[in-house]
């Protein structure tokens, strides 16, 4: 997949997932640098023109950088929970169809600042892995474990039966500070403009909430999301 901007290739080479092939505007003004970088990793790369780059982002701001990825920063679902059970962290992060692009970007970023590395993120009615995801995450993404799923309430109910706390982040609920003690568990976190499914809300523990001024209709779904993750990670 391509890619576009300058803080997802940097982190792109921190990472597992490291670009095969960097398309550089030869009007950079660290143009030196950046091909010494490369060169460096031993990737291959070409100078092109900003137009050529305009067309292959298309037209998405790129910065004058695009890189093609070798393989998809994307982990099998089955290792990613695994990982999550024997790993110290707390949350497991479950995004119940996420539709626009720059939202799920931004709660990946999120994400990652606050140490909630394991997300899982619905494959239908989402907007899935592309490289408005990756630019709007900052290039976290390559340094969370990203998952999609066809079923998020199966492996909900998995959780339960493991004994991990599960939550969905929904109006109506209880204060998400409330809901503690918090030592390792499940947040669920629904769509821009249909919620969490009603399916998805009867199969966890709890329906958490955030505080909020009752003149305003809700919180944007990256906004609520980074909320309640910095409660549940540092406060709760």
Sequence with gaps: MLIYGRNPLMESLKSP????????????RDLDELVALLEKHSISFEITSRGRLDQMSGGEKHQGIVAHLEREPLYPLKENIGDFLKNRTRILLILDRIQDPRNLGSIIRTASLTGTTHIIATRRASAGLTPAVVKASAGAIFHVKLSLSDSIKHIIESMREKGIQTMALERGGIPVEEHAPFHKGVLVVGSEHYGIRQSVLRSVDAVVSLRQNPSVNSYNVSVATGIALYILNFIV
Excluded: M
């Excluded at 997932?17 to 950079?28: I, T, W």
């Design 17 to 28: 997932f490291r670009p095969s092939r960097v398309y550089l505007s030869g009007s950079l």
